[in-house]
């Protein structure tokens, strides 16, 4: 799946197609838990890395 991302999306590599995965996952547990696994934070961070806005954390 993340191979078919790569290849979908432009300018997806494979650390913005794993995170799209990840988000994806999250987006399933709300759905069947009615909350996020993850706190605001690092769901924040991971929003980021998928729509390929941050690169590396510590540059913010």
């Known amino acids: ?4 991302l790569m290849q979908f999306l ?3 590599d494979e650390h913005r197609a794993r995170s ?10 709300v759905k069947v838990h009615g909350r996020f696994e993850r706190n605001l934070l690092d769901l924040s961070e991971l929003i980021m890395r ?11």
């Open 1 to 4: 799946m993340i191979r078919e």
């Open 50 to 60: 998928a729509d390929n806005r941050l690169r590396e954390v510590s540059n913010n």
């Open 10 to 12: 432009p300018d997806c």
């Open 20 to 29: 799209l995965m990840e988000l994806a996952i999250e987006l399933i547990h």
